[in-house]
């Protein structure tokens, strides 16, 4: 079974440019999560979708940030324009249906350096 | 709002001893669930173990075991008869049963295993 796949793996871009990541998840799996991770720090979640509809997008910087999963499969999560503290790994997760407890599978993420 | 905190910024262990990682957590939630995810280098974030709060009996994964105490909120992790594969960063994680599956990270702990 295919995991949840990225890209790109690694970003450098300088402040005030854009920036997308691109995420699939595991066939199937109707709830999907963006996550970002700054360096030595857990990861903390940006938006969480079920199907092609936001769930949680509370602790999106929505003056920056933005996302969408058009169709309820792939998803993309833009950034413009950077700042230098959105330096960080951006992980994608997804799992088969929202409830806790359920296992929830990670990407290898998205290292994002912004100089 | 729920809270998970590692105080263990660092552990390190010898290769076939047993080393402890401790985690404490808030909440105000009777349902819950918590969890251990390994972070490789590679950053992607696999799930060591998982405990359901309604369920008395520690969990268990092979080498892998919790200590939950429910009234003090703790959730430690031991790993028995450590490898050199197990070094990584450790993240103690939350999800509430309302949450709809989102995880709640703690900062994490860095394992280092010595030959």
């Known amino acids: 079974e295919a995991g949840v796949a990225q890209s790109p793996r690694y970003k450098i871009i300088e402040k005030r440019q854009s920036v997308a990541f691109w995420c699939n998840p595991i066939?199937?799996?109707?709830?999907l999560y963006w996550y970002q991770q700054i360096l030595g720090q857990g990861p903390k979640l940006l938006i969480q979708?079920?199907?092609?509809?936001?769930?949680?997008d509370s602790q999106l910087p929505k003056d920056r940030f933005s996302a969408e999963r058009l169709k309820g499969v792939d998803s993309t999560l833009k950034i413009q324009p950077a700042k230098l503290e959105d330096s960080a790994v951006y992980l994608c997760?997804?799992?088969?249906?929202?409830?806790?407890?359920?296992?929830?599978?990670f990407g290898e993420g998205s290292w994002l350096t912004v100089v | 709002a729920q809270t998970v905190t590692q105080s263990q910024p660092e552990m390190s262990v010898q290769e076939a001893e047993t080393v402890t990682l401790s985690c404490t957590y808030d909440t105000s939630e009777s349902d819950y669930y918590l969890f251990w995810y390994k972070q490789p280098p590679s950053r992607q974030m696999i799930l060591v173990i998982r405990?359901?709060?309604?369920?008395?009996q520690n969990a268990t994964e092979n080498r892998f075991s919790v200590n939950f105490q429910k009234a003090a909120k703790s959730f430690s992790l031991k790993i028995s008869d450590s490898q050199l594969g197990d070094a990584a960063m450790y993240f103690c994680a939350y999800a509430g049963g309302t949450s709809y599956g989102k995880l709640t990270f703690g900062q994490g702990t860095i394992l280092t295993v010595h030959p």
């Open positions: 997760a997804s799992s088969l249906v929202m409830r806790s407890g359920n296992t929830i599978y």
């Open positions: 979708f079920q199907n092609n509809g936001v769930v949680d």
């Open positions: 066939s199937g799996h109707a709830t």
């Open positions: 405990q359901e709060a309604y369920k008395q």
